[in-house]
Structure formats: structure tokens, C-alpha cells
Nanobody, 122 residues
């Protein structure tokens, strides 16, 4: 199973950005998909996730709730992370991940993407 993220970049505070993650080599609908991020000098943290059992059952970190939206398109084998009202503290490398369940912890992940950098300037 391979995960490839795209859509990162440099934006200003208050802007929006949409990340995509395409999965190959596996049955996409069989995976819960999660987004994590890692800022310089910090541990990797859960951002958002969407269950394999539903295209609407999602969980979010408190820090992004109301600003970020995770969605999946099983026909396109792709998961998305829509990020609105971005803040400088959202600056990090964002990683796409696949898991058997929606565990929201790094130890629950089966496969990781290589990450895409999001930089939010003030």
C-alpha cells in the first residue's frame, strides 16, 4: 500500500488549503484514513480521520475542529483535508495515514505517506 500526499504550500494566515492523499496497492474502502502533522521539534500529532465504514464518520483534534474537514472519495481512492482559517501554528509537515480502525494515534497506523509541508505565515 502506498500513500502519496499533495497540495501543501506556503499560505498566509486566514487562507485555505486543500490536501489530497491518493492510495494505491490496496482496497481503499477497507482503510480508515487519518491525517497527522509534525511541527519542527514536536511530536507527530493526530489532526483528523475518517472511518472506513462511513464517508461521513470523522474525528478531529480540538485544535482544528470547526476549521478543518476530512473527506474521502472511495471511487477515486483519495482522502482530502480541507483546511480553512489557517493559523501560523498550523505550520507542519502533514502526513496521510491508513489504519484498520480510526485509532487517532501513531501506533495504530499501518501505512504512512511521506508528507507534505504546509507553511502558514503571519
Amino acid at each position: 500500500v502506498q500513500l502519496v500526499e499533495s497540495g501543501g504550500g506556503l499560505v498566509q494566515a486566514g487562507d485555505s488549503l486543500k490536501l489530497s492523499c491518493a492510495i494505491s496497492g490496496g482496497t481503499f474502502s477497507g482503510w480508515s484514513m487519518e491525517w497527522f502533522r509534525q511541527a519542527p521539534g514536536k511530536e507527530r500529532e493526530f489532526v483528523a480521520g475518517i472511518s472506513r465504514y462511513s464517508t461521513t464518520a470523522a474525528e478531529y483534534a480540538d485544535s482544528v475542529k470547526g476549521r478543518f474537514t476530512v473527506s474521502r472519495d472511495n471511487a477515486k481512492n483519495t482522502v482530502y483535508l480541507q483546511m480553512n482559517s489557517l493559523k501560523p501554528e498550523d505550520t507542519a509537515v502533514y502526513y496521510c495515514a491508513a489504519a484498520r480502525g480510526l485509532y487517532m494515534i501513531t501506533s495504530g497506523i499501518d501505512y504512512w505517506g511521506k508528507g507534505t509541508l504546509v507553511t502558514v505565515s503571519s
